[in-house]
């Protein structure tokens, strides 16, 4: 039989049982101290420290239990059921004021459609980084004349900047066409697509999603048979059949071989680019110097800066001014211009775009400012409800927490009806941009704008709501006596009712 512990070993295990909750130890207090008795002549110190230990742990562990049980039981009983209720009733009002329901939701819904539109094409042009690897690298090449910024070149002009430039890595040369396709289906199809040279995927940093894209062999004329499809064109027209390569699809021109599919986010050069085939350049037999129909786009080298090629370039210019004079006289104010590649697709359409993002911003507030006059005549309606509910003990808090939850319910449903209306205006926008520019597909599938959105038209029903609620407790007389002189009776079972 074990000798009776010292009272310093007692107080030992009276503080480590602390740890516990109040309740937890006048029920097993006794039981855990009758368990850790020792001899208090052997091994004192290693069963402290193994004591210590496993009470302290456990301890915490059941403390920390104990106060989620208590947060539980306290959401339970109160928050959560009393948000669920306010749920039910805000719901049940609207349904009973459909044509007031239906006037606001359709103010937040064109407001959020037209700030759902435009910021799904700033999103897309000047937020999102391009589908390229290492965009800040990648620069477009264009001719410069009087009254013309950044036009494009001739094809002799791209082969003198192959051979003539060092701070480029890679240059390349496109220009968009459309062709007259058919499938193994023999359906045919008109189809937008660009030609392209076999440098032009290496400029990008773009690699197919199957297959692979053509080379320089493939590039040459006579060899060119070749096609790289679309991502959207391998599902709508091969239903993404991964056998598709080896397959051939009939052009005007004759049969192209399919060698690869490209990424599904990759719509250069064109957002309605749907195959490639090589541009097939004869050095030996090129259309003339003045034919400028081609694009050029180019990867800088090393360290080299857009400044930088920027200098080389006008020293390639003054070199083919001095060789050609006729064909670029001095008046002409011709010269060679250098933009990185967002600027080049973008433009003039970065202030556009933004001056918008500003003005659709307005056309939101001044729909949360009707909502707010609509909630507000809808208010006198609803005094008796008011007053009802404050009697019966409502604080101004549940009243304003329903009238939150009224203004989310109503703005998140303008911003899904909006969402359907903005995938119309982007269409409708779409067709006045450039083609270049990426126009965003349908809203309600593009998370971030789709988050944008929703965020907006819920926070201006909710202001809506708030502004109109505040205005009619605080005027409200039997909400201003409820408020200063608390009721004598409080009615839980009524309350949580209403």
Do not use: K
């Not at 094809?155 to 051979?163: Q, T």
């Not at 056309?363 to 507000?376: D, E, Q």
């Amino acid at each position: 039989m074990s000798a009776r512990p010292s009272p310093g070993w007692d107080r030992w295990i009276g503080a480590l049982l602390l740890f516990y909750p109040r309740r937890f130890r006048q029920r097993f207090g006794e039981d855990l101290a009758d368990h850790y008795r020792t001899p208090p002549d052997r091994h004192r110190l290693r069963a402290a420290l193994h004591a210590g230990s496993d009470l302290a742990r456990a301890g915490l562990g059941a403390r920390l239990d104990d106060h989620r049980a208590r947060w539980i039981a306290r959401a339970s009983s109160g928050g959560l059921d009393g948000l669920v209720v306010d749920l039910r009733h805000t719901l049940r009002g609207l349904c009973r004021r459909p044509l007031f329901s239906l006037t606001v939701i359709a103010t937040l819904a064109l407001a959020g459609g037209l700030n759902a539109a435009v910021f799904g094409f700033l999103d897309n042009t000047l937020l999102r980084p391009l589908p390229v690897h290492d965009e800040s690298l990648i620069v477009s090449i264009g001719s410069r004349w009087n009254g013309f910024e950044h036009s494009a070149v001739s094809v002799r002009e791209y082969l003198d900047y192959v051979e003539r430039s060092r701070t480029l890595s890679a240059i390349a040369a496109f220009t968009g066409a459309s062709f007259n396709v058919s499938a193994d289906d023999g359906v045919p199809e008109r189809l937008l697509g660009a030609r392209v040279t076999a440098s032009f995927f290496d400029v990008l940093g773009v690699h197919p999603a199957l297959g692979r894209v053509f080379t320089t062999v493939e590039d040459r004329p006579g060899r060119s048979r070749v096609v790289v499809l679309s991502h959207a064109l391998w599902i709508r027209r091969f239903g993404g059949d991964p056998r598709v390569l080896g397959r051939t699809i009939r052009f005007d021109s004759g049969t192209h071989e399919i060698l690869g599919v490209m990424p599904s986010d990759f719509p250069f050069p064109a957002a309605e680019t749907e195959l490639w085939i090589p541009l097939s350049i004869n050095p030996a037999a090129t259309p003339p110097r003045g034919a400028h129909n081609r694009l050029v786009i180019a990867r800088m080298a090393g360290d080299f800066s857009v400044e930088r090629v920027r200098e080389e370039m006008s020293t390639i210019a003054r070199q083919l001014q001095q060789e050609h004079p006729s064909m670029y006289p001095v008046g002409s104010g011709w010269g060679l211009s250098v933009r990185p590649l967002r600027e080049h697709l973008v433009g003039d359409f970065r202030l556009a775009l933004q001056t918008l993002m500003v003005a659709v911003g307005f056309v939101l507030l001044i729909a949360c400012a009707n909502v707010t006059n609509l909630m507000v005549a809808r208010a006198s309606d609803r005094e008796a409800e008011l007053t009802t509910r404050s009697a019966l003990g409502a604080s101004a808090f549940r009243l304003a927490r329903q009238a939150l939850l009224e203004g989310l319910v109503l703005g998140l449903a303008g911003g899904a009806v909006g969402l359907v209306l903005g995938t119309g205006l982007v269409h409708a926008l779409g067709s006045f941009l450039p083609e270049r520019l990426p126009i965003p597909d349908w809203l309600l599938t593009d998370g971030r704008v789709a988050g944008f959105a929703l965020t907006m038209t819920a926070m201006a029903g909710m202001v809506a709501a708030l502004t109109t609620s505040a205005r009619a407790i605080t005027r409200h007389p039997a909400a201003r006596c409820v408020a200063a002189a608390p009721p004598p009776m409080r009615v839980r079972s009524a309350s949580a009712r209403f």
